[in-house]
């Protein structure tokens, strides 16, 4: 009886997304004889805090209501085998390196969250998918780090190993090595032989090709012999072709020959769904409030967003806290500021200095060119963002007499921002690098 009605009260009382996310999922077990306590069973952890700590005091009103008596409440565990330390920490790792030789089971389509960011090379890559070596060879997915490409990769040969394709999965870093120790062990047509009689070649990162120019020969020939053959290949990279320095004039054609697409940065709405996906499937239940809060505070990798969740999980199941935001608050400033120890000015003139072709030397003087004055500004921009220098520091480091130089930089910098699409777009992308050390 009393079940019936709590629940049903509960129902009455609560929004429709509570009583549906977490209410319904309860299952009543007892009440003791005395009233003094009643006992819920809940499928998972998560699932057991969340609802402790914020609907216990809703459930004793209810009971009083009814019974004239407020019981303790208790919410035990149901189903779930309760996973250990070590299962905990080693999905933690596989999860974080998913780039190794073996394809991560968990990059697949469903698990990919589409929005305009990425709807272009999604739809390209399961339209590619469908019809191997046929539609567009090679596909080209590009863009910033950690926004999905390797996951798009890797969903593209997960689903061709269910179909009993032949699939290889590297990086370009893998590829290269391989080709050397095979040079070395005189095994090349050992090597020859698994490149070119694959289904389905899948390479990740093929930027770092730049001037390796032997690994580069053996690609192209191993590139004309899979297309010849109308065997699909499906690279990425952080740039387009064109942009790749040092890549040969030929592969550069060729690898443009299929479709080119890229991935974005996502937008908020983009973001919200990828944390709530992410966090039903490792069984993290998280408030609205939450999602909203982590949606709007971090705003560049989906790599990053992941981390987070894998703190709050490690948080909530290892030390027992319930998921509230001011966990969330209190794991957001720990990673930003473990994030901003990371990064040190250098990192910043590296990544400054690679992607927009300017001298170290030339971002650290007084130069006053309008290439030079830019990339500089970009450094002093992304310096007060992303650590924790003061503006005296990086004056002092780039050789400026002092701070108010600094300061009106980053002004400018964020008048660009507002009126100037590219220069927002470039920051970002270098934000995305130096976050991710993607250097
Ligand atoms: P990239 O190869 O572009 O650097 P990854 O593919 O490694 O990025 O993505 C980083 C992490 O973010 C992966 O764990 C991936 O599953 C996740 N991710 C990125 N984009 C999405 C998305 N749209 N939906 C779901 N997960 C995503
Ligand atoms: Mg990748």
Redesign the pocket.
């Known amino acids: 009886m009393l079940k019936i009605d709590i629940i049903e009260e509960l129902e009455k009382e609560l929004s429709n997304s509570d009583y549906n996310n977490y209410i319904k999922k309860l299952t009543y077990k007892k009440a003791s004889s005395s009233s003094e306590l009643i006992v819920f069973e809940a499928p998972n952890k998560f699932l057991a805090n969340y609802i402790k700590t914020k609907f216990t005091s809703t459930i004793q009103n209810i009971c009083f209501n009814l019974i004239g008596s407020k019981p303790s409440v208790e919410i035990k565990l149901v189903g779930e085998k309760r996973r250990s330390k070590k299962d905990i920490l080693s999905e933690q790792i596989s ?1 974080s390196i ?1 780039e190794n030789t073996m394809l991560n089971q ?2 697949t389509f469903d ?5 305009s960011s ?1 709807q272009m090379a999604f739809n390209a890559s399961k339209a590619v998918s469908d019809k191997l070596g046929i539609l567009y060879n090679p596909l080209f997915i590009y ?10 990769l890797q969903a593209i040969g997960n689903k061709a190993i269910e179909e009993n394709k032949i699939v290889i999965y590297v990086t370009i870093e893998q590829f290269m090595n391989d080709f050397t120790f095979s040079i070395k062990t005189n095994k090349m047509e050992n090597f020859r032989s698994k490149y070119r009689k694959c289904d389905l070649l899948l390479i ?1 990162d093929v930027q770092f090709l730049s001037g390796k120019e032997e690994t580069q020969k053996e690609l192209f020939h191993t590139f004309n012999e899979l297309h010849t053959s109308n065997k699909q290949i499906i690279l ?1 990279s952080d740039k387009l072709p064109s942009q790749i320095a040092g890549l040969e004039e030929r592969l550069k054609s060729r690898f443009e020959w299929g479709l080119t697409t890229d ?1 974005q940065i ?1 937008g908020l709405e ?1 973001k919200i769904a ?1 944390i709530e ?2 966090s039903e499937l490792n069984g993290i239940l998280l408030s609205k409030e939450i999602i909203n809060y982590i949606a709007t505070t971090l705003d560049n ?3 990053e967003i ?1 981390g987070l969740l894998i703190k709050i999980n490690a948080s909530a199941d290892l030390m027992g806290q319930s998921i509230d935001l001011h966990l969330v608050q209190n794991l957001l400033k720990d990673q930003i500021k473990e994030k901003k120890d990371n990064i040190k000015l250098p990192n910043i003139i590296e990544v400054v200095s690679n992607q927009l072709n300017i001298k170290p030397s030339d971002l650290k003087s007084s130069k006053r060119t309008a290439n030079v004055v830019n990339g500089r500004r970009i450094v002093i921009y992304l310096a007060r963002e992303l650590t924790l220098n003061s503006m005296p520091d990086i004056a002092k480091f780039l050789g400026m007499k002092d701070h108010s130089s600094v300061s009106k930089n980053i002004s400018k910098a964020n008048e660009l921002i507002e009126k100037d699409e590219n220069f927002r777009l470039n920051l970002e992308n270098l934000k995305n690098k130096i976050i991710n050390k993607d250097y």
């Not at 698990?111 to 929005?115: H, M, N, S, W, Y």
């Not at 863009?143 to 798009?152: A, E, P, R, V, Y």
């Open positions: 999860s998913p968990s990059y698990l990919f969250v589409v929005g990425n863009g910033g780090t950690g926004l999905g490409k390797t996951h798009l990740d990425t991935v996502p983009t990828i996906k992410k990798s989906v790599r992941e």
